[in-house]
């Protein structure tokens, strides 16, 4: 086993994925002042086994152990938590993050923990481990976390090592914070938006370009609030353009003054990427849960940005909104789908620990999954049955809609004349029909079952269809050939058999993940 440097301050979190490097640790280790030299951060998988991750974090003999603490995560990370009270009960455990941040009182991982910290954590943390490291305990478990102004937060880039910056996704905030309260996101718990200094920022963000970063992940909830400032960050990286550089903006759909679509006109194909929240064009439900959006701005502006610009559009709805039901949910998506959006991100509605959403459980019938990530399972306006299918569309549409593999073939199965959601609707429930399967579907596979259900019951045709899939074949770059272009009989009507060899899904893109 490879053993760390000894540290008596050890900060961990279990990442979704290798790819995103953690921010929130990287910040309290730059915070720690004089103790950042005793301080080692570790970062693991969520699919890494707990044994495993207890025996890494021991190997440096740290005396304070700070878990970061997510709704993907918490599962797994009280394994590890209850594992190392048992294994090393001197060791002090620091809990802190958005899922233990509300509603901690009666959360197991809490319980076995020696420290909460709620809400920022920078100044906190510091805190506390000084206090713990020259041996005064703190008689109270649960610590409000200080918020300090952003001018006194040292900034983390540093901490993003050459592997970090070669391999890994950075993430970096201009910003702090949202003034929008819609209900079903902890945003809405903030009382504004803060802007770091933006000299300061920009002079970080220079030093890592000079280190070889070239994707930058901005985690601002509001990248285009103060346009000023975006036009200084997008001139900054457009000073810098090269072929390898790639931007992640989460933006205001309805805010797009034309200084900032001059902008976004000269950064050329693969260099932008705009996260766009719409959740539900329905005003009423936009009334109910708190969401201010101009819906005929918001469309305006999301046709000018697929007109006019290369920008890469990432479009969010959620299905589950109280006072929503399937057919408003439907109108949503075909007024996106319209708009021609290259990814429309279907999210099943969830409840985020300390989100105001909770105020219309009772009106509404709220009703959620007891376990993360406390997706709903019903509600007055939709049922059981209808979540489960809009978890398979959302999952189909993500192997079908957003994948880029049937963009040849896509359009002609929606055939915008009708609903592009009751099509694909029948689409998904056809696919599980046929196969009781939402993952592990080949692409090959998957080319043989659009093609067979979109021509005996989607009444497309197979000619029409055939040449559009030869060409998503084609850029597939899948050697082998589905049933479908060879000539050979496919159809379900005998039954598809369950045993065709299977290939693991092309990898999409990996610049728009």
């Known amino acids: 086993m490879a053993r760390h440097n000894m540290a008596e301050i050890v900060l961990c979190t279990l990442n979704a994925r290798y790819i995103h490097a953690s921010f ?15 301080c080692e951060i570790q970062e693991f998988t969520l699919d890494a086994r707990p044994e495993d991750v207890v025996e890494l974090i021991l190997a440096s003999n740290p005396k304070i152990v700070g878990f970061g603490v997510y709704i993907w995560n918490v599962v797994q990370t009280e394994k590890v938590v209850s594992l190392l009270k048992v294994v090393a009960p001197d060791v002090i455990v620091v809990l802190g993050g958005p899922e233990v941040s509300y509603e901690y009182e009666s959360q197991p991982i809490v319980v076995a923990c020696d420290y909460l910290i709620t809400g920022w954590g920078e100044t906190s943390f510091a805190s506390l481990a000084r206090d713990l490291l020259s041996g005064r305990s703190r008689s109270a478990k649960v610590i409000q976390g200080e918020q300090p102004k952003l001018d006194a937060i040292t900034m983390p880039y540093h901490l993003y090592s050459d592997d970090d910056i070669q391999h890994r996704l950075l993430y970096v905030e201009a910003s702090r914070g949202c003034p929008f309260k819609c209900e079903f996101c902890l945003s809405a718990l903030d009382k504004t938006a803060w802007p770091f200094d933006l000299d300061e920022f920009l002079l970080q963000m220079a030093l890592l370009y000079e280190r070889g970063a070239r994707h930058f992940k901005f985690v601002d909830r509001t990248f285009n609030l103060k346009i000023k400032n975006s036009l200084r960050i997008l001139q ?10 790639f931007l992640h903006f989460e933006v205001i759909p309805d805010h797009l003054p034309e ?12 260099s932008l990427q705009f996260e766009i929240g719409i959740q539900t064009f329905n005003p009423e439900v936009q009334s109910l849960i708190s969401r ?5 701005k918001a469309k305006q502006n999301l046709a000018w940005i697929r007109q006019h610009t290369n920008a890469y559009i990432h479009a969010d709805l959620i299905f589950g909104l109280p006072g929503e039901d399937r057919g408003s949910f439907a109108r949503s998506f075909d007024a996106l789908y319209a708009l021609r959006p290259h990814e429309i991100q279907v999210g099943i509605l969830k409840r985020l620990k300390g989100s105001p959403i909770i105020r219309h459980t009772e009106s509404h019938e709220l009703r959620f999954n007891p376990n993360p990530p406390y997706s709903i399972v019903a509600n007055r306006d939709i049922s059981f049955d209808d979540v489960q299918t809009m978890a398979r569309f959302a999952r189909y549409w993500g192997l079908i809609g957003n994948s880029g593999r049937f963009t040849h073939s896509l359009p002609l199965i929606l055939d915008v004349s009708s609903s592009p959601f009751e099509r694909f609707l029948m689409l998904a429930d056809a696919i599980f029909e046929l196969t009781g399967q939402t993952h592990k579907i080949s692409l090959l596979r998957l080319f043989d079952l659009v093609f067979d259900i979109a021509v005996s019951r989607l009444s497309v045709d197979a000619e029409a269809l055939k040449a559009n899939i030869t060409l998503d074949h084609r850029e597939s770059g899948l050697k082998s050939i589905p049933k479908c272009l060879t000539g050979d009989n496919i159809t379900h009507k005998s039954g598809y058999s369950e045993h065709q060899p299977r290939r693991s899904n092309s990898t999409r893109q990996a610049r728009h993940r």
Do not use: C, T, V, W
Request: proline share 2%; hydrophobic share 40%.
């Open 236 to 245: 900054f990286f457009l000073d810098r353009m090269g072929d390898d550089l």
């Open 24 to 38: 929130g640790l990287r910040y309290l280790k730059a915070n720690l002042g004089e103790l950042s030299a005793q």
């Open 259 to 270: 200084a900032l679509k001059s902008m976004i006109q000269q950064f050329p194909a693969g």
């Open 292 to 296: 201010r959006q101009d819906n005929d």
